[in-house]
Nanobody
């Protein structure tokens, strides 16, 4: 069964950095665009950023210039480097395939930005 496991979240002060990881099991990772999503308290889950197998990146405007998504196909792992974190980035972060999301949602990793 295909599985994606997120890690790397934590508590960080505004302006700080975190690096999230998404480890995939199964060959699904090899062919799909994968991405990060987040769900803030009281809000719907939203798309954050994605990367194709060839490295083409897409991201929402609010994280451009601050977040960088990347993937290591050999390790079947995707990363999200988050810099200049803001309180608005506080959320549970999830990874999945993109358009469509085909993997059952995992537990995510919690990112809390607070002083």
């Amino acid at each position: 069964q295909v599985q994606l496991v997120e890690s790397g979240g934590g508590l960080v002060q505004p302006g700080g950095s975190l690096r999230l990881s998404c480890a995939a099991s199964g060959s699904m990772f090899d062919v799909h665009t994968v991405g990060w999503f987040r769900q803030a308290p009281g809000k719907q889950r939203e798309f954050v950023a994605s990367v194709t197998r060839g490295g083409t990146i897409a991201a929402i405007n609010s994280v451009k210039g601050r977040f960088t998504v990347s993937r290591d196909n050999a390790k079947r792992t995707m990363y999200l480097q988050m810099n200049s974190l803001q309180s608005e980035d506080t959320a549970v972060y999830y990874c999945n395939t993109v358009n469509p999301t085909i993997v059952p949602w995992g537990q995510g990793t919690v990112v809390t930005v607070s002083s």
